[in-house]
T-cell receptor
């Protein structure tokens, strides 16, 4: 079945540094990928829609200059958290649609736990 | 996507059947009902999807009454490993550029 690989699974960084998270579709091409953020005991919150070869679309309230998204190929999207601060500590999850019309065809990565110290 | 309402939490014991009901009064004609499962520190995983009546797979059953204004996810004989958050989503199989929007979900806790 469709697999989305997300890396790293966890990362600790110092305040003020940048962190890159990768999301790869392993066995299908994804022209569109989605990035979510999830705080403890809360639901997934959509941050942005990543489009291959074009600029990402950010949800209201999400700083595009802080959360840089690059979707340079049909199988890879990256999220870079720039100048990270402790309040950016969260669980980040990517998702891609594998083209199936049934079950919506969405596959999720395993998530990245970011801790900013 | 149609607005959904589901219980915030449920408790159960191993071996019991668990039924989680989701209300979706404003469901549209073209909407499907889909359930996802999320374990701690993991991404959501598709469980089951249906349009009407009953759907069953190796993991769960989904019961949808004729008016489709609610649905019930049924997990037979739960085990400790079924402890997770369960999300009910309702919508038309969207175009490729549309993201899934998650509600609060139901936290199921299974005890021994």
């Amino acid at each position: 079945g469709a697999v989305v690989s997300q890396h790293p699974s966890w990362v600790i960084c110092k305040s003020g540094t940048s962190v890159k998270i990768e999301c790869r579709s392993l066995d299908f091409q994804a022209t569109t990928m989605f990035w979510y953020r999830q705080f403890p005991k809360q639901s997934l919150m959509l941050m942005a829609t990543s489009n291959e070869g074009s600029k990402a679309t950010y949800e209201q309230g999400v700083e595009k200059d802080k959360f840089l998204i690059n979707h340079a190929s049909l199988t890879l999207s990256t999220l870079t958290v720039t100048s990270a601060h402790p309040e950016d500590s969260s669980f980040y999850i990517c998702s891609a649609r594998n083209g199936g019309s049934f079950n919506y065809g969405y596959t999720f990565g395993s998530g990245t736990r970011l801790t900013v110290v | 996507l149609a607005k959904t309402t589901q219980p915030i939490s449920m408790d159960s014991y191993e071996g019991q059947e668990v039924n989680i009901t989701c209300s979706h009064n404003n469901i549209a004609t073209n909407d499907y009902i889909t359930w996802y499962q999320q374990f701690p520190s993991q991404g959501p995983r598709f469980i089951i999807q249906g349009y009407k009546t009953k759907v069953t797979n190796e993991v769960a059953s989904l019961f949808i009454p004729a008016d489709r204004k609610s649905s019930t996810l049924s997990l037979p004989r739960v085990s400790l490993s079924d402890t997770a958050v369960y999300y009910c989503l309702v919508g038309d199989p969207p175009q490729a550029g549309t993201a899934l929007i998650f509600g609060k979900g139901t936290t199921l806790s299974v005890s021994s």
